[in-house]
T-cell receptor
Framework: AQSVSQHNHHVILSEAASLELGCNYSYGGTVNLFWYVQYPGQHLQLLLKYFSGDPLVKGIKGFEAEFIKSKFSFNLRKPSVQWSDTAEYFCAVNARSNYQLIWGAGTKLIIKP | SAVISQKPSRDICQRGTSLTIQCQVDSQVTMMFWYRQQPGQSLTLIATANQGSEATYESGFVIDKFPISRPNLTFSTLTVSNMSPEDSSIYLC????????????FGEGSRLTVL
């Protein structure tokens, strides 16, 4: 069965630190990959997505993610975090043949001012 | 994209009662989904709301407990029946637009607390 693993459940960083959140999936076929973010008190919103083409994807608010097919990974990065990046981040994957998204458990990111 | 409104945004309910959550979308959408997000856990798909027919439920979820309506392409309801404290959760409505990429748009969620 397909699954998505997010390695860190909680991450605490200081402002200006660099961020990398891990995401690995298990599925051998072609996939679409997503990172969603949920800011405190707000709804889930799309941060970035990968469907095809350049494996380095840029999203909103300075986030980027790199799809490494050989490693089944889609790690989220940001070179310098801000206090406003405090949120929960979810990685999600769907097989091209199936509309259903499979979700990771989420990573709670806290940025200390 | 799609703008999704959910009501209520939160509620506190007594054990044994039922609550209906409404989801309104600002455009016609092909697919609507209901998710549950329990404290400290990821999103779990409850069912796909099908317009004009019965919802398609995921393993572990049944129609008697979570009846769903979808009378048209912009509206759906989820009822949580005979609630118990284990049903305390955030319930999310999400939609997929015409694209076949799997991208979902979400409502703000309905936070239910069952006493």
């Amino acid at each position: 069965a397909q699954s998505v693993s997010q390695h860190n459940h909680h991450v605490i960083l200081s402002e200006a630190a660099s961020l990398e959140l891990g995401c690995n999936y298990s599925y051998g076929g072609t996939v679409n990959l997503f990172w969603y973010v949920q800011y405190p008190g707000q709804h889930l919103q799309l941060l970035l997505k990968y469907f095809s083409g350049d494996p380095l994807v840029k999203g909103i608010k300075g986030f980027e993610a790199e799809f490494i097919k050989s490693k089944f990974s889609f790690n989220l990065r940001k070179p310098s975090v801000q206090w406003s990046d405090t949120a929960e981040y979810f990685c999600a994957v769907n097989a091209r043949s199936n509309y259903q998204l499979i979700w990771g458990a989420g990573t709670k990111l806290i940025i200390k001012p | 994209s799609a703008v999704i409104s959910q009501k209520p945004s939160r509620d506190i309910c007594q054990r044994g009662t039922s609550l209906t959550i409404q989801c309104q979308v600002d455009s016609q959408v092909t697919m609507m989904f209901w998710y549950r997000q329990q404290p400290g856990q990821s999103l779990t798909l409850i069912a796909t709301a099908n317009q004009g027919s019965e919802a398609t439920y995921e393993s572990g979820f049944v129609i008697d407990k979570f009846p769903i309506s979808r009378p048209n392409l912009t509206f759906s309801t989820l009822t949580v029946s005979n609630m118990s404290p284990e049903d305390s959760s955030i319930y999310l409505c999400s939609v997929r637009t015409g694209s076949n990429t799997g991208e979902l748009f979400f409502g703000e969620g309905s936070r239910l607390t069952v006493l």
